[in-house]
Nanobody, 120 residues
Framework: QVQLVESGGGLVQAGGSLRLSCEASAIIFSIYDMGWYRQVPGKERELVASITSGGSTNYADSAKGRFTISRDNAKNTVYLQMSSLKPEDTALYYC??????????????WGQGTQVTVSS
């Protein structure tokens, strides 16, 4: 059982920046692959960025060059540094934790989300 708590969302003007944080309750946080997703009304949740337990990162095309995902295993925390924000980045951002056990069963955990609103 993993609980995730996001923070750092808010209102920012276009061109500004925000840093989202997600703290996990997992005892062995380092074994989880982590990700940030976002969702707007009427659309499906989409992956923004992910980082594996080994540190490999992946970004949505819309986030490349502007967003950076990182993790601090000592703090059980994953971050999403967002720069050059655009109004289209406005969404509810969710933190995700995932791991696959020896039987190849995947365990998925989600936070409650933090709202990011970018004004023009």
């Amino acid at each position: 059982q993993v609980q995730l708590v996001e923070s750092g969302g808010g209102l920012v003007q276009a061109g500004g920046s925000l840093r989202l944080s997600c703290e996990a309750s997992a005892i062995i946080f380092s074994i989880y692959d982590m990700g940030w997703y976002r969702q707007v009304p009427g659309k499906e949740r989409e992956l923004v960025a992910s980082i594996t337990s080994g540190g490999s990162t992946n970004y949505a095309d819309s986030a490349k060059g502007r967003f950076t995902i990182s993790r601090d295993n000592a703090k059980n925390t994953v971050y999403l540094q967002m720069s050059s924000l655009k109004p289209e980045d406005t969404a509810l951002y969710y933190c995700n934790a995932k791991r696959t056990n020896r039987n190849l069963r995947t365990y998925d955990y989600w936070g409650q989300g933090t709202q990011v609103t970018v004004s023009s």
